[in-house]
Nanobody, 117 residues
């Protein structure tokens, strides 16, 4: 079963930047659509951005123009570059490979992003 390991989170001031990474354990990473999700305290997990196997991307409105999702198939890794971070971006960030309403992998531990002055 494929597994995903997220890293790169931390504490950052408003307006700052972070780059998250998600490493996959599967050899067929390149065929997956990959996505980043986040879950803030007391809220449901939400989709932040996704990237298809041919590189097409899509973002939730709240992060458009600030976040960029990318992938390196040779490294089996997907990234989330987050710029101009806001306090409302504070959450645990997860990655997974969605298909329909399902996911190829179990949810990992995620990586905590805290935006605070």
């Amino acid at each position: 079963q494929v597994q995903f390991v997220e890293s790169g989170g931390g504490l950052v001031q408003p307006g700052g930047s972070l780059r998250l990474s998600c490493a996959a354990s599967t050899s067929i990473f390149s065929i997956y659509t990959m996505a980043w999700y986040r879950q803030a305290p007391g809220k449901q997990r939400e989709l932040v951005a996704h990237i298809t196997n041919d590189g097409s991307t899509n973002y939730v409105d709240s992060v458009k123009g600030r976040f960029t999702i990318s992938r390196d198939n040779a490294k089996k890794t997907v990234y989330l570059q987050m710029n101009d971070l806001k306090p409302e971006d504070t959450a645990v960030y997860y990655c997974n490979a969605p298909y329909g309403s399902h996911f190829f992998g179990p949810w990992g531990q995620g990586t905590q992003v805290t935006v605070s002055s």
